[in-house]
């Protein structure tokens, strides 16, 4: 079964740095999105985007955060300058259409700003 | 998009039906239940998803009521790896509005 693939499995940077989470979606898939779970809490949606645009975005993805769909394959999201509350799961999850159809989310990325 | 209500936690012995339940009184004729489930800190997974009819897969069962305000999950034979948190989730589209709520944590018990 396809899957949803999410690279590194762990990432751990110093403050201030730039990270690239990297996603390769489900290859029919259509729209992407990036989620983030701070340990102990909910699954926080970030992001969705669809034909090379952002679709909606949370309070929380800020001007630090921005995603790209470099190629045909690829689907990333990139912190600026990380801080100590970025720490986090992040997920990437696609979906083959806008409605009616589930989201398929990665194992995740864990990222430890330290 | 409509809000959930599910119950904090529930156990279930291993073998049994577990029956997880959602309040979504709320719901628009246009919203979708969708169920996902989340072991320890992996992703989460898709269950199951209806609009109005009940639905069967290979992982389980969707009974979604005929005013639709409320729905059931049935694992119909749990096993210890479907210890997890289930959510349940009512939205229209993914475009990002729909938020994964605290769920109900299932223990299954042997």
Redesign the interface.
Known sequence: EPEVTQTPSHQVTQMGQEVILRCVPISNHLYFYWYRQILGQKVEFLVSFYNNEISEKSEIFDDQFSVERPDGSNFTLKIRSTKLEDSAMYFCASSERLVGSPLHFGNGTRLTVT | DAKTTQPTSMDCAEGRAANLPCNHSTISGNE?V?W?R?IH??????II?G?KNNETNEMASLIITEDRKSSTLILPHATLRDTAVY?CIVN???????????GTTLTVKP
Do not use: I
């Open positions: 979708y969708y996902y989340q800190s992996q992703g989460p997974q898709y998803h609009l959510y229209e589209n993914n475009a990002g509005k729909s938020t994964f709520g605290d």
